[in-house]
């Protein structure tokens, strides 16, 4: 079985970071979460956060929450956009994470 959003993560995805914009274009952002078995616990945790949610598809001006694609270095290698319910999903219950900062 092919998820929607297969394609929107590349093969040397490690991690996600969440990050969000409040108010007008106050940005905020997560500590990285890195997995283990890389690309296919990255899509087994988006799949689940799917269930809350929508997950995939362009990011553009409008888009509040998504989360950066990390591979195994640190490094930013994409995006995934989500809303509010896959968001809420991944930061409260499939990866737990501490929100760091504004940029």
């Known amino acids: 079985m ?6 929107d993560i590349p093969i040397e995805a490690a991690g996600l970071m969440l990050c969000k ?3 007008e274009d106050d940005l905020k952002i997560s500590e ?9 616990a990255v ?4 799949n689940r956060a799917s269930i809350s949610g929508h997950v995939g598809g362009s990011i553009d001006k409008n ?13 930013g290698i ?5 809303d ?13 994470c501490k929100m ?3 940029q």
Do not use: C, H, Y
């Open 43 to 46: 899509m087994a945790t988006l």
């Open 78 to 82: 994409g995006e995934i956009k989500l």
């Open 2 to 7: 092919t998820l929607k959003f297969e394609s």
């Open 100 to 102: 760091l900062s504004s």
């Open 21 to 23: 914009i409040v108010g």
């Open 63 to 75: 888009t509040r929450f998504w989360a950066d694609v990390i591979d195994e270095n640190g490094d």
């Open 84 to 96: 509010r319910g896959s968001w809420t999903a991944l930061k409260t219950k499939w990866m737990p």
């Open 32 to 40: 990285t979460v890195t997995f283990q078995n890389g690309r296919p």
